[in-house]
């Protein structure tokens, strides 16, 4: 099952790249315990057997999906020199490869000018966001959306700036009317709008908070490392398009491409509108920055040592599938969506099911039917078992229960959550499996209904 046949291109690639090392007086590198590699690679091997197949569509649980094999091979190579992209002195090449990288994800939401680098992930990104957010509007708060992610609320605290939830709606998006009740007071700084929730890929209306944003003069950062890459997609719902196509007009954004973009963990990418907000980032060093007059990227980033692999890996991918609408990349967004609304659909049409609103993105929310929340929440945790016992993983989310009225007009009057199945189909291959995952499904809701 595990990919295999691009290892030949491997081995060619490093005879390529240790040939250009050919002038260098040959000596015997030291690898201590060398004789016994093959026996504890055998031992990593047998440990990491304890996983779930997160590379095949039987998994379609959590945000976990197998980087692209060029990029996995790029990141190989790249370790057998193992460059730090902070100062150019640790990593020449593949710093120039992290600006082209980065600049191309810039272009993709239409920023020509912008200042960024990438680093480990979203939450890193995030608070380099919320950080340059507090020095623009120091001691202003930090408000996102109750279906943010959880990670705003903890930046702020070790930022020491002032952070409040927004309501939302019960489509899982911000609700405006709360957000221009809240920064009537005058004390927001940031607004962060979220652009695919990691529970439910819901995005919030971020052209109704650009107009708050003239009107009240906030500053707005899109969350964007899950949903980022679907700008590209072509099949959007008309509220989710308007709200990607207006990207290029938020101050900050993040977005990760060890989500959609194919990578291996941990590449996350911070992007900022206005290259001004380098001033924030100034800092000296008595030895760091002198071998070259061109920017470094340690001068623009609150990490200091990065690995360079990681700009190696994305520079490849975005090499071989380019991010451009329409693309062979692109594509593969529009079949994740595909599957999503193909699952939303037929369990929809199941009298055995209730689902939650329409999936903006590749995230479906549902729960078995049943008399009252708190059977209804029982039972999906006894699918969840049931399915991962034949071979298919989803996840748990807590969830409101009026995120499902539509589909249980009787849980309207619920005020709490209710447990809910939540399947993440990011594979482009989900779309081809979900006649196998809605088998399986059925089997454990009869299965657990039985046992009543």
Not at 8 to 31: G, Q, W
Not at 364 to 380: E, F, L
């Amino acid at each position: 099952m595990l990919e295999r046949d691009t290892l030949k291109e491997f081995l060619a690639a490093v005879d390529r790249l240790d040939a250009s090392f050919a002038n260098l007086p040959p000596f015997e590198p030291a690898i201590p315990g060398r004789e016994r590699i093959a026996e504890v690679l055998n031992q990593a091997t047998d440990r990491l057997r304890d996983n779930y197949p997160y590379f095949h569509p039987l998994y379609a649980g959590q945000m976990l999906t197998p980087p692209h094999p060029v990029a996995r091979l790029a990141y190989a190579l790249a370790m057998w020199i193992n460059p730090n992209n902070h100062a150019l002195d640790g990593g020449r090449a593949s710093s120039a490869m992290e600006k082209e990288a980065v600049a191309e994800l810039a272009a993709m939401f239409g920023w020509k000018n912008h200042l960024g680098h990438l680093c480990s992930g979203g939450t890193f990104a995030n608070l380099e966001a919320l950080w340059v957010a507090g020095r623009v509007h120091p001691e202003k708060k930090i408000v996102a959306s109750g279906q943010g992610h959880y990670t705003h609320a903890r930046i702020s605290a070790v930022l020491q700036l002032p952070f409040e939830s927004i309501p939302g709606d019960r489509f899982g998006r911000m609700d405006l009317g709360a957000l221009e009740q809240r920064v009537k007071r005058g004390d927001i700084g940031t607004v962060v709008v979220t652009m695919g929730a990691t529970a439910t890929g819901a995005i919030d209306p971020l052209p109704g908070i650009l107009n708050l944003r003239e009107k009240y003069g906030f500053r707005v950062h899109a969350d964007a490392a899950y949903g980022g890459y679907f700008t590209l997609a072509n099949n959007l719902s008309a509220p989710a398009r308007q709200a990607f196509d207006r990207l290029s007009e938020v101050d900050s954004l993040v977005i990760d491409p060890h989500k959609h973009g194919l990578q291996p963990y941990g590449c996350g990418c911070i992007l900022f509108r206005d290259p001004a907000a380098g001033q924030f980032y100034k800092h000296d060093s008595p030895y760091t920055y002198f071998s070259s007059g061109d920017l470094h990227l340690g001068e623009i980033s609150l990490e200091c040592s990065r690995p360079g692999a990681t700009a190696v890996a994305l520079w490849a991918t975005q090499k071989l599938l380019p991010l451009a609408p329409g693309g062979e990349f692109a594509q593969g967004l529009a079949k994740s969506r595909e599957a999503a609304q193909a699952l939303h659909r037929a369990l929809a049409n199941d009298p055995r099911w209730i689902v939650g609103f329409e999936p903006e993105l590749d995230i479906v929310i549902y729960a078995p039917r049943d008399a009252n929340a708190q059977t209804i929440s029982r039972r999906s945790r006894e699918i969840f078992k049931e399915a991962a016992s034949r071979g298919l993983h989803v996840a748990l989310a807590e969830l409101p229960a009026n995120f499902f009225a539509d589909s249980a007009p009787e849980l309207k009057s619920e005020a709490g959550t209710i447990t809910s199945l939540r399947s993440v189909l990011m594979k482009p291959e989900h779309a081809d499996w979900i006649p196998q995952i809605l088998r399986i499904l059925t089997e454990a809701e009869d299965s657990t209904r039985r046992r009543l």
